[in-house]
């Protein structure tokens, strides 16, 4: 073997291994575990167990999710958010939420469920023309399957006298846009969302970029994806590049705290543009909540 066929057999080797890695880790998802203390946390919260899913992008992970579902039920959470980007809306996809439907079929009736919107669920609400009939029928799907929708809205949950709030909130698209992090106009949040109230308050934020905005409102716990780990993820390093285009963003996946607020990003559960995932499993996300006695 002469040099240049033994450079070639290598380039061929690594790319083989480097595709058959990022296939099967596409397909495996992992639970990964949080906790979250807070004083805020109402005392019959204390041990809340909510798990977190987002971006999954129709993927199936096992036949039907079948996988990804017993990860969920072997979780036993106590309520299911979903932090959006659950669909592929491009140019070149046909309309199938099956990957979404899977989930939800599984747990309703059983598990109360709330969805917030992701860029994928907004550009089917106002890209209408391009994704005709898109939205309606992912509205039925959340209704027959009895999902709260948070579109800039809140829901409260209550237990005894105690009372948390979860809302989702709705970017615009120029939040999405490639490059450095878009600024939110004065009042963002709370043009949307209301101002915050007295409750230990969750928020659906599809985009980790604005950690800083919503601890400054007032959110305690703020949930994202979007980011899908950074695609590619180096030891030391992190995630490589996010569908933005950023690369070694910070915010890509993980626990972040700011001031009143935490933020977790998961590292979602599927692909779409760039269909690869290194050393990046998809993760479904356990939270626990816990009440933090105040000094």
């Given at each position: 073997?002469?040099?240049?066929?033994?450079?070639?057999?290598?380039?061929?080797?690594?790319?083989?291994?480097f595709f058959l890695?990022?296939?099967?880790?596409?397909?495996?998802?992992?639970?990964?575990?949080?906790?979250?203390?807070?004083?805020?946390?109402?005392?019959?919260?204390?041990g809340?167990?909510?798990?977190?899913?987002?971006?999954?992008?129709?993927?199936?992970?096992?036949?039907?999710?079948?996988?990804?579902i017993?990860?969920?039920?072997?979780?036993?959470?106590?309520?299911?958010?979903?932090?959006?980007?659950m669909?592929?809306?491009?140019?070149?996809?046909?309309r199938?939420?099956?990957?979404?439907?899977?989930?939800?079929r599984?747990?309703?009736?059983?598990?109360?469920?709330?969805?917030?919107?992701?860029?994928?669920?907004?550009?089917?609400r106002?890209?209408?023309?391009?994704?005709?009939?898109?939205y309606?029928?992912?509205?039925?799907?959340?209704?027959?399957?009895?999902?709260?929708?948070?579109m800039?809205?809140?829901?409260?949950?209550?237990r005894?006298?105690?009372?948390?709030?979860?809302?989702?909130?709705d970017?615009?698209?120029?939040?999405y846009l490639?490059?450095?992090?878009r600024?939110?106009?004065?009042?963002y949040?709370e043009?949307?969302?209301?101002p915050?109230?007295?409750?230990?308050?969750?928020?659906?934020?599809?985009?980790?970029?604005?950690?800083?905005?919503?601890?400054?409102?007032?959110?305690?716990?703020?949930?994202?994806?979007?980011f899908?780990g950074g695609?590619?993820?180096?030891?030391?390093?992190?995630?490589?590049?996010?569908?933005?285009?950023?690369?070694?963003?910070?915010?890509?996946?993980?626990?972040?705290?700011?001031?009143?607020?935490?933020?977790?990003?998961s590292?979602g559960?599927?692909?779409?543009?760039i269909?690869?995932?290194?050393?990046n499993?998809?993760?479904?996300?356990?939270?626990?909540?816990?009440?933090?006695?105040?000094?």
């Amino acid at each position: 073997m002469d040099r240049y066929t033994g450079i070639l057999t290598g380039a061929f080797t690594a790319l083989s291994a480097f595709f058959l890695c990022s296939e099967y880790e596409k397909k495996h998802a992992v639970l990964r575990t949080y906790r979250v203390e807070s004083e805020a946390l109402p005392a019959s919260f204390d041990g809340l167990k909510v798990l977190f899913l987002s971006d999954l992008h129709n993927n199936h992970l096992g036949r039907k999710n079948e996988r990804l579902i017993r990860i969920i039920e072997d979780a036993r959470p106590d309520i299911l958010l979903f932090g959006g980007d659950m669909i592929t809306a491009k140019a070149w996809s046909k309309r199938d939420f099956s990957g979404l439907e899977e989930i939800l079929r599984a747990f309703a009736g059983r598990i109360p469920m709330y969805y917030g919107n992701g860029n994928h669920e907004s550009r089917i609400r106002t890209e209408r023309d391009s994704y005709p009939d898109w939205y309606p029928a992912f509205k039925r799907l959340l209704k027959t399957y009895g999902v709260r929708h948070l579109m800039n809205s809140t829901e409260k949950i209550v237990r005894g006298e105690d009372t948390i709030r979860i809302s989702g909130i709705d970017f615009t698209a120029k939040c999405y846009l490639a490059g450095a992090k878009r600024p939110l106009e004065k009042g963002y949040i709370e043009k949307r969302l209301g101002p915050k109230d007295g409750d230990y308050h969750i928020v659906l934020a599809h985009s980790p970029l604005y950690l800083h905005e919503f601890s400054e409102w007032g959110a305690d716990l703020v949930l994202c994806g979007h980011f899908h780990g950074g695609t590619i993820r180096l030891p030391g390093l992190g995630g490589v590049m996010t569908p933005q285009f950023q690369f070694f963003n910070k915010y890509c996946k993980g626990m972040y705290t700011e001031g009143p607020a935490t933020q977790i990003t998961s590292g979602g559960l599927g692909t779409h543009s760039i269909n690869i995932r290194i050393m990046n499993r998809p993760e479904a996300v356990l939270i626990r909540l816990g009440r933090k006695e105040s000094l």
